[in-house]
């Protein structure tokens, strides 16, 4: 149906359909090109000039960086080095009582003027946090970012963790707890850190379920006083003009002069395994070994050995069985019976983890494993087409590019850049550095991370699940 700005016009095309209007106009003399007399002419919509990353950083070492898109809403999050990789032995699940308290009271602001001011302004506050970073984010209409920020500047240098309000937390965390007991995924992807990792990357991001409860004012305290420092936080924003949320930072990050002085301890990889039994029918497995790290020079030709191998489907309730060569394997070796694997790729600072997911019916799991393990093989012996090599890298393009089409993604990938890298590379040029990416060093990489120290772990019915020493 054809749009018109003139109400009596478009009514009549809605009366008449656009066939029948165009009959009227002509048997009415009236030409579909011409404008329309004593109608004032309307100039083009002008598109504001395009920008790029800005960064900047204070004289206490605090990082700003923005995009602007000159978007009504504005997205800002705050970024610091304070994930569960940097919790104490003795403050195992710190970061996950700090997610759940993360707007209580601070100095000057009790958690119900956090909660009602942020309202008022028809905004929204979250916390998040990753093995890397602890995660403070805002949404609001570009005019509010100003208080907006400095809400996000209050809760994160001035909490007071009230022992009564850390106590009434404990309920969200028992339910996130609840939570991600329901989902295998979250179980195998915390098992194989561990078992990969054992400390550092291997800290969880959920609290064990017999420290909840006990952690204390005094360890959020002591967590947020060791690595909340403007040297380890970054302020990101989309949708905001940099100069601005560059004042706005000194007025309210500014304040504080305090660096870190500590050194971070680095993550060692040791391999390893964890089953654990399970009543369910379904056995969700993983094998891995130590991938590329988020700043390493094997990041894209991991990524598109990842594609390579096969990743769950581009196609809504397809099976992937076409160009997943390891899915294809499974559901073979499975008979018929459900049965899917992936490649699996996670990245981090300092380190990765690399391998295959598997899952599928529990008397199926031995020969399905196996044979997922066999095309991982295959592809290490370099049994790679330079046509799955070419589809692949058109697929980890692809999820880049539409990666950054969302907002909240794209400012979580430009601050996680700047934070690790201090610096920011943009969608295409990451697409330009996959189009680089060659099937030999797929080839390297597969050898190498095949040829690794294997983690190996596994949930469900393992009557029939391999032990690691039977896989490789």
């Known amino acids: 149906m054809a749009f018109s700005i003139f109400p009596r016009f478009q009514a009549l095309q809605w009366t008449l359909g656009r066939s029948a209007y165009r009959a009227f106009a002509a048997a009415v003399g009236v030409p579909m090109s011409d404008p329309i007399p004593d109608t004032p ?16 950083k204070l004289d206490n070492g605090f990082t700003v960086t923005s995009l602007e898109t000159h978007s009504p809403v504005a997205k800002v999050a705050l970024l610091v080095k304070a ?23 601070t100095k000057d602001r009790t958690a119900f003027r956090v909660s009602r001011e942020i309202d008022h302004l028809g905004g929204n506050l979250s916390a998040s946090s990753t093995r890397d970073h602890f995660i403070y984010s805002a949404e609001c209409l570009r005019e509010y970012v100003e208080p907006v920020v400095d809400t996000l500047a209050n809760v994160s240098l001035d909490p007071i963790f009230q022992p009564w309000e850390v106590a ?21 992807v915390e098992d194989l850190h561990k078992a990969a990792f054992r400390s550092t990357l291997g800290n969880s991001l959920y609290c064990l379920p017999h420290v ?8 959020l305290r002591s967590h947020v006083s060791s690595h909340f420092h403007p040297d380890r936080m970054v ?27 500590g050194s971070d301890v680095a993550s060692k990889y040791y391999g390893g395994e964890i089953r654990t039994e399970t009543n369910s029918d379904l056995v969700h497995a993983a094998l891995v070994s130590e991938g590329a790290s988020f700043v390493g020079d094997d990041y894209f030709a991991v990524g598109v050995l990842q594609r390579v191998l096969g990743v769950t489907p581009f196609i809504k309730w397809g099976s992937n069985t076409a160009s997943s060569r390891v899915n294809k394997a499974a559901s073979d070796a499975a008979g018929g019976s459900p049965a899917m694997a992936s490649g699996f790729n996670a990245a981090h600072s ?7 997911y598997v899952v599928c019916y529990a008397e199926n799991a031995g020969k399905v494993i196996k044979a997922a ?13 330079e046509e799955e090599v070419t589809r692949a890298k058109n697929q980890f393009k692809a999820n880049i590019l539409m990666d950054n089409e969302d ?20 969608a295409q040029a990451a697409a330009d550095a996959v189009d680089k990416v060659t099937k030999d060093q797929v080839i390297k990489v597969a050898k190498r991370i095949f040829n690794g120290k294997p983690t190996f772990v596994a949930r469900g019915k393992l009557h029939q699940t391999p032990y690691l020493d039977e896989l490789r």
């Open 41 to 56: 002419s309307s100039e083009p919509f002008a598109k504001p000039p395009s920008e790029g990353v800005k960064i900047s």
């Open 83 to 105: 994930g569960s990789r940097y919790e104490a032995a003795e403050s195992l699940g710190v970061t996950h009582h700090l997610r759940a308290t993360a707007f209580m009271a």
């Open 168 to 188: 009434d937390q404990t309920r969200l965390v028992q339910l996130e707890l609840a939570m991600a007991a329901q989902s295998p995924h979250v179980g195998i």
């Open 212 to 219: 909840v409860g006990r952690i204390n004012p005094d360890q």
């Open 235 to 261: 302020l990101a924003g989309i949708g905001v003009n940099h100069d601005e949320l560059l004042k706005l930072a000194l007025a309210s990050f500014g304040r504080t002069s305090t660096s870190f002085h």
């Open 350 to 356: 300092d380190s990765g983890l690399f391998g295959l």
């Open 373 to 385: 393990v066999g095309e991982f093989a295959s592809a290490a012996m370099g049994n790679i087409s």
């Open 407 to 426: 907002s909240s993604s794209l400012l979580f990938d430009i601050g996680t850049q700047v934070i690790l890298r201090k610096s920011y590379t943009n």
